[in-house]
């Protein structure tokens, strides 16, 4: 054991001491080429002012110049930190840029009937308003009172009803468009009908949007201002009614103007055109461009599974679909998805509830780039400016009477006049840009270096290597001391000095 011991000692004093060897090995300036090293880099540096300061023999001189160098270091010191301070917060500006073109995408139309049922199906089914108010809580949050007599009604009409389809109903019972309902319809001068429509469902039940993303018969660019779609209903009040004591006591059409590839928003976004009116829409088409994170809120690696383009919309669908099916097993039809359908049993039991607990827990967020949803980093929108006029005249109502075999009171009752077009041909760009980029940070900070010290690249470069040669020899001294205490050699002793200063023992 000892002789193991004794072993190790020996092979680690040999390990040092050839560590020893070889620092000693190294060629380490003496006092004097420190001090020339040090005197020729002050003297050759391309750092403005230090050269003064070791070559002037004044000493006044030397203080002035020292005074001047530091100062000129410390307000470039500020200036730096001022400047990184702001570059990191983020700023940003934004551009608003107009651009006339020869021709302009027209957008989607989304059209809806204020009576979303008929009559016939409304009165047979009295609790369907009831129920629709649970179907759509999807789409808006909103309370519904369990103690209420709808609520008891939906759970009477839930247990004589297993199969009943909400989806179903709808489709059928709801707004129809047809050559009855689409009187007229007519884009740039060409007849278009109900078959350049595509179905849709949202919270006015069936509609249906003109312009569609998947349609391309009826899309196309814009080449006139002036001019675009011209579309003549019939709601045709009797036989759509929705029930006045729940606040549906408008008559007219409902329509929201949105891109192509969007999800329409009608509930609070949409535009209303009542019987009896003429309504002109002047729209003008207006991009948006968000920065991401950290400038901006957006995400641009967010991917909608059911819809092409992000929108906060739709992100907004997936996000409480996601939720439903994951807590309830089934998808509401009012939102994207392929799992089964929910059931008027599982929207009343568990869908409500659930919506409930996503808006209290906040599981489906927007807004901010941490959000479930963030601002999409591009968007565009068409702002619209509505007018309106009596229709029709009263030589048009004798006309459309002896066209349609109707009455007056008929016409002025359930007709609706919508046209649609572009005021100019130019579309805005408002765009938010990043305030300071990397390319100008670097800029800034270079012109400040070389205002206050006429520094540059090089400069830094020359300080560097010497403050690493510096470092270098300081390090090799050090671990040269580390390795003489480690060996712990003892005094000699009873040593004494002759006349020739040659110590004898």
């Known amino acids: 054991m000892e002789h193991t011991e004794k072993s190790k000692a020996h092979v680690g004093k040999g390990l040092l001491q050839k560590i020893r060897l070889y620092l000693s090995e190294k060629s ?41 160098v530091l100062g000129s270091v410390l307000l470039l010191v500020w200036q730096i ?164 004591t729940l606040g549906f006591v408008d008559a007219g ?38 920065q991401e994170y950290p400038w901006g809120e957006c995400n641009p690696h967010i991917q909608l599974q059911n819809f092409r383009t992000y929108s906060t919309c739709g992100c907004l669908k997936e996000c409480k679909a996601r939720h439903i099916e994951q807590l309830c097993g089934c998808v509401p039809f009012l939102l994207p998805g392929n799992g089964v359908e929910c059931d008027l049993q599982k929207f009343y039991n568990c869908v409500s509830p659930v919506l409930d607990h996503i808006e209290v827990k906040g599981l489906c967020t927007k807004g901010t780039h941490n959000s479930s949803c963030p601002v999409p980093c591009e968007e565009t929108e068409y702002p619209a400016t509505v007018s309106y006029s009596m229709f029709p005249s009263h030589q048009a109502l004798k006309h459309l009477s002896r066209k349609l075999n ?13 046209e649609i077009n572009y005021g100019d041909l130019n579309y805005k760009i408002t765009q938010q840009q990043k305030a300071v980029s990397v390319s100008e940070l670097l800029a800034d900070v270079g012109g400040q270096l070389g ?6 690249v090089i400069t830094i470069i020359e300080i560097i290597e010497y403050i690493f040669t510096n470092v270098y020899w300081l ?31």
Request: charged share 20%; with cysteine; aromatic share 12%.
């Open 81 to 244: 930190y001022g400047r990184l301070i702001h570059y990191f917060t983020w700023p940003t500006t934004t551009s608003v840029e107009v651009q006339y073109v020869e021709n302009i995408e027209f957008p989607a139309v989304t059209f809806c009937n204020l009576n979303r049922f008929q009559t016939e199906a409304a009165t047979k089914f009295g609790i369907i308003f009831f129920l629709w108010h649970i179907v759509s809580k999807v789409l808006h949050l909103q309370e519904i009172s369990t103690n209420s007599t709808g609520s008891k009604e939906a759970i009477d009409f839930l247990a004589s009803h297993q199969n009943f389809s909400i989806t179903e109903f709808v489709k059928k019972k709801g707004f129809y468009l047809n050559r009855s309902t689409l009187l007229e319809c007519d884009f740039f001068g060409k007849p278009c009908g109900p078959e350049d429509f595509v179905h849709v469902f949202t919270e006015y039940g069936n509609c249906f949007t003109f312009n569609h993303g998947d349609n391309l018969q009826a899309k196309g660019k814009v080449g006139v201002s002036g001019r675009g779609l011209s579309l003549l209903f019939n709601i045709n009040q009797e036989e759509f009614t929705d029930d006045p």
């Open 406 to 418: 109707r009455s007056w009171d008929y016409i002025r009752e359930n007709l609706v006049n919508i």
């Open 451 to 456: 205002l206050f010290c006429g520094a540059s």
């Open 28 to 68: 380490l300036p003496s006092p004097s080429d420190r001090e020339k090293l040090d005197h020729d880099f002050a003297t050759s540096t391309s750092f403005h002012g230090v050269h003064n300061v070791v070559r002037n023999r004044s000493r006044i001189r030397k203080v002035v110049w020292l005074a001047v």
């Open 253 to 290: 059409i409902v329509f929201a103007i949105h891109s192509p590839v969007k999800v329409p928003q009608l509930d609070g976004l949409g535009l209303l055109s009542p019987v009896g009116t003429h309504a002109r829409v002047t729209i003008r088409q207006v991009k948006t461009v968000h």
């Open 475 to 505: 390090c090799i001294l050090f671990l040269l001391k580390i390795l003489d205490m480690t060996q712990g050699t003892s005094p000699p002793q009873n040593c004494l000095g002759n006349k020739n200063g040659i110590e004898e023992c």
